[in-house]
């Protein structure tokens, strides 16, 4: 589902997957479209902690000005004005490891 953009309040909007895996003892919340990942011991705790280090990302991004020069590092491209997720590459380990499930996250940052 990665990639429906829109733009709100001068912000850009866009839904990204976030897939579950079982790692060990801990479920791993990973989006390959943000590269970005969490973890913790139950599902709904690794939910929680991913949001929370997304959270941080977009906030750091946005402190340091380095968004677009991040969502550009994961293979986001510019199409009509707009930054948008490409089709990305899964690690191979994370394809061989048990999944669980995946969601769609929203989320939004400021126009560039």
Request: hydrophobic letters at 40%; aromatic letters at 10%.
């Amino acid at each position: 589902m990665d990639g429906l953009t829109t733009t709100l309040n001068k912000k850009i909007v866009t839904i990204v997957t976030v897939m579950l895996y079982q790692q060990g003892d801990y479920i791993m919340a990973y989006c390959p479209a943000l590269d970005l990942s969490s973890y913790a011991k139950t599902e709904t705790k690794a939910i929680a902690s991913f949001r929370e280090a997304l959270d941080i990302f977009l906030e750091y991004c946005e402190e340091n000005g380095t968004l677009v020069q991040n969502l550009v590092a994961c293979g986001w491209k510019l199409r009509h004005g707009y930054l948008q997720p490409e089709e990305v590459n899964v690690p191979l380990e994370l394809l061989k490891a048990p999944k669980l499930h995946s969601f769609d996250q929203k989320i939004s940052f400021p126009v560039c």
